[in-house]
């Protein structure tokens, strides 16, 4: 069977450009914003980074052509797509950037057909409900399993 491989979408609004090229994607650029910038991947080695890029649908946003934000789906191309690591640089935060981004991918020609889209945030859901996201309507469906570090489980 041969691996799906999304078509490249790309959105302008100004001098800024959303693009999924996942060859756009400065991965340092990447690293450093999760590793310095944010609460959920502080202390996250480079291989680590690589490897979620590697396995999810990037976004990358550009201002002239300089890297100022980030995203990426993990998604199944059909049903389901998890929105995560979204980033906007400090410099270009408060333009409406992340929900420009949380919009627009949602228009990508190859994720028309997904029926569940998530996320989840800390500090940024009015971001995402002046996209149009809201609260899980049945929180009670949804369930999660925290691992305890291996050398605490029992076989």
């Known amino acids: 069977m041969q691996p799906f491989v999304p078509r490249l979408a790309e959105w ?15 991965i340092d650029w990447v690293h450093r914003q999760l590793t310095e910038h944010s609460y959920w991947a502080q202390g996250q080695s ?12 990037p976004f990358g946003i550009w201002h002239l052509q300089q890297q100022v ?8 191309y059909s049903r389901f797509a998890y929105l995560s690591d ?17 919009s627009a991918i949602l228009n990508h020609p190859d994720l028309r057909t997904i ?10 859901h009015d971001v995402y409900r002046r996209a149009g996201w809201q ?4 929180p009670e469906r949804l369930m999660e399993f925290i691992p305890t570090p291996p050398e605490d489980r029992t076989p």
Do not use: C
């Open 12 to 26: 302008r609004r100004d001098e800024y450009l959303l693009s999924s090229d996942p060859q756009k994607i400065d």
């Open 115 to 124: 029926k569940r889209w998530m996320l989840a945030t800390d500090d940024a």
């Open 46 to 57: 480079i291989e680590l980074t690589r490897r979620s890029l590697a396995a999810s649908m």
């Open 86 to 102: 979204v980033i906007i640089d400090n410099g270009h935060r408060g333009k409406g950037l992340g929900g420009w981004f949380a």
């Open 69 to 76: 934000g980030f995203g990426r789906l993990i998604t199944d």
């Open 135 to 138: 609260a899980v309507a049945k």
